[in-house]
């Protein structure tokens, strides 16, 4: 067991040895501890960042998606050495977006080994000098979860390969160019060599290109394949020494010491929020004197001339420190070669979506705002979309849908003028025109951009009504229509904190009637994702808004044993705010028809705004503006959304042309079956 006496020792000497880095000297000039050494320990025990940088740190916190709590703001300034275990939670999600590279040589059979990481949800990352052509890209095997398990035993690992033709840019040569910045950005396969998994699983580090997410003396972490073996962590014990240099040929580099070995080239570098800060490049060792004078010390103490080394002495040299590439020059130098003449191999949408990310111009499809790590099961792939459960076209054979005859007075589906178009449109049955997706006694027409419908439109029958036990919920694609135009578990799975709920458009009883098998097909025919809207929990589920108001309305009908049609869905706008990259609806509305004793028609219009619960979600902008919750006309509704209704139901609305009626509580609203 080490002792406490060896710990100390050891501590010791690193704060020393960082010291002395820091101001300047060269750790192989240095053979005593300075007789103020105790002086300088007490200097860096009070070591406390400087306002302007705390708060830097703070906000990178925050963005990280780790959250700040009081042990982070103490370890920042340097009080507390704590973390919670939420800490270790996230280095597991890191880890999975972390690769072992194999290149294989031209002529023999040993290769070159390195370790590189997902910055997209389609690009690489890792070292020129792992990766440094397009030929040696094509050639290269990338294996994602080589790793040991609890017995000790290997995992079964996914082997990728990459695809530089899609995007490929790389940095000048180390060996040649000192000021190098030794990277190389590469496109990869979506799908393992054979074919059983997605990337997407893996999630994805993100690149945050500013400054201040590490300071000096704060420790950092590494996730690295040294000596090609199974994937190790270098955790916290590694403090960094030295960020940049007043030098611009340094200023892109950073100094931390950690343990690392041939094979971590091309490993992320973490601060203590898991946020990359740098891309690990190269072991620094211990030396002295300076250009043809330069010399390297040798683990048994003799000191060699630079110039004599041959790539065979590495295990016999004595290491120091490490040197890692910062991560904000890595992205400045990527965004400068993409907007240049080059442009790598391929100027291709993945490289110019990851800048765009990284830029905060555009986040990456389907996943969350400013996260560093994207981790499984938040980001979906064609791939998982098609293992998931998907009904194909057969299973709907017989379906008729919504009845516009349902009433004596005929109600046909509302139609999408210009401006509701606006908002994108509407998606097509694979192989037809027709945009009408029909279901038992409802139908949806899906924005296929927004991947939620336009409307619904659902007929209810009172007299013949009745209930089912909600079981477990599963919900299916629809394969009538394209996957991609569907909202998934992209959005909803792993959702932070349980924000939004998976939202019935159509009420889950509301197509229940007719005969037992009737209404069961009609309650599973609810749990398709295009009836499906992200709406926040107390929205969904609070008796005196969305779900009270559609209680109200099939409850009304049951008792009277009226015939009611209901039409619902989103009110888009332009400048929806994004949850997880993906735009939140600000209310919806509804529209509600019934027919009296003498089958005269009634109308009712609603609006019901979620923006009261959408607070509080963390790291990212509020999804939804403020709205009224009313009772309001159906030419509001149509003025709001575009959507062209049935004459019909403007003439007979109970509103007439009043103006909105603001609900405090149900018992505001005014009746629908009232008599004129």
Not at 174 to 189: C, M
Not at 273 to 294: C, F, M, N, T, Y
Not at 439 to 451: D, G, I, M, P, W
Not at 533 to 559: A, M, S, V
């Amino acid at each position: 067991m080490t002792s406490l006496k060896h710990i100390l020792i050891t501590r010791v000497a690193f704060t020393w040895m960082s010291l002395a880095w820091l101001k300047g000297g060269s750790m192989g000039n240095i053979k005593t501890l300075p007789e103020d050494f105790l002086k300088l320990l007490e200097e860096q025990a009070k070591h406390h960042l400087p306002p302007d940088l705390k708060r830097n740190r703070i906000a990178h916190a925050v963005n990280s998606g780790s959250g700040v709590n009081r042990i982070d703001l103490e370890r920042m300034v340097g009080d507390n050495d704590l973390v919670y275990t939420t800490y270790l939670e996230r280095a597991l999600l890191a880890v999975k977006a972390v690769c072992r590279i194999y290149v294989p040589p031209q002529v023999g059979f040993d290769g070159n080994w390195g370790t590189g990481f997902l910055v997209s949800p389609n690009l690489l990352l890792t070292n020129h000098h792992v990766i440094g052509s397009f030929q040696q890209a094509q050639a290269a095997i990338i294996e994602f979860g080589y790793e040991l398990d609890l017995t000790g035993m290997p995992k079964i690992s996914s082997r990728f390969r990459l695809r530089p033709d899609l995007g490929f840019i790389t940095s000048t040569n180390p060996d040649v160019d000192p000021q190098s910045l030794d990277y190389s950005l590469i496109a990869i396969e979506d799908t393992s060599e054979n074919g059983a998994t997605s990337l997407s699983q893996f999630g994805f580090l993100r690149c945050n290109p500013n400054l201040g997410k590490v300071e000096a003396f704060e420790y950092v972490s590494i996730i690295q394949h040294p000596n090609k073996e199974p994937k190790c962590l270098a955790i916290r014990e590694n403090k960094v020494v030295k960020i940049g240099d007043k030098d611009p040929k340094k200023d892109a580099f950073i100094w931390y010491m950690s343990d690392t070995a041939p094979g971590s080239s091309g490993a992320p570098v973490f601060n203590d929020d898991w946020q990359v800060i740098a891309l690990h490049h190269s072991a620094v060792p211990a030396s002295r004197g300076k250009g043809k004078k330069e010399e390297i010390q040798l683990l048994n103490g003799t000191w060699v001339p630079k110039e004599q080394l041959k790539l065979s002495d590495q295990d016999k040299i004595k290491y120091v420190g490490n040197e890692g590439i910062r991560i904000s020059k890595v992205v400045a130098d990527i965004v400068q070669q993409y907007q240049g003449t080059s442009k790598g191999v391929a100027n291709t949408k993945f490289i110019k979506a990851l800048i765009e990310d990284s830029e905060g111009i555009q986040t990456f499809p389907n996943v969350r705002t400013g996260t560093s790590i994207e981790s499984v099961a938040e980001n979906s792939s064609p791939l998982e979309r098609v293992s998931s459960k998907v009904h194909g076209a057969d299973y709907f054979k017989g379906r008729t849908g919504y009845n516009p005859r349902f009433l004596k007075t005929p109600l046909n589906l509302p139609k999408l003028t210009a401006k509701a178009q606006k908002f994108g449109a509407a998606a097509e049955l694979i192989g037809s025109k027709e945009t009408e997706l029909k279901y038992t006694h409802f139908s949806v027409v899906l924005n296929a951009e927004r991947k939620v419908a336009f409307f619904t439109a659902v007929n209810i029958d009172g007299s013949q009504w009745g209930t089912l036990g909600r079981e477990t919920d599963v919900w299916f694609y629809d394969g009538r229509v394209s996957l991609d135009a569907q909202m998934g578990n992209e959005f909803y799975e792993n959702e932070p904190q349980n924000w939004f709920d998976k939202g019935h458009l159509v009420r889950r009883l509301d197509p229940v009637w007719g005969t037992e098998e009737v209404a069961l097909l009609a309650n599973e025919d609810t749990f398709h994702w295009s009836n499906c809207c992200p709406q926040h929990w107390r929205f969904n589920r609070g008796k005196q808004l969305w779900q009270g108001l559609e209680n109200y309305i099939l409850y009304n009908t049951d008792q009277e044993n009226v015939k009611a049609t209901v039409f619902s869905g989103p009110v888009f706008s332009l400048d929806d705010q994004k949850h997880r990259g993906t735009a939140i609806p600000k209310a919806y509305w509804k529209i509600v028809a019934v027919e009296d004793s003498q089958e005269k028609l009634y109308s009712s219009a609603y609006i019901v705004s979620q923006e009261q619960y959408a607070t509080g979600i963390a790291f990212e902008a509020l999804p939804v503006e403020k709205y009224n919750t009313f009772q309001t006309t159906v030419a509001k509704i149509q003025a709001l959304t575009g959507l062209k209704f049935p004459k019909a139901l403007t003439d007979r609305d109970v509103m007439g042309k009043n103006s909105d009626r603001k609900l405090r509580s149900l018992a505001d609203l005014q009746d629908i079956s009232r008599r004129s």
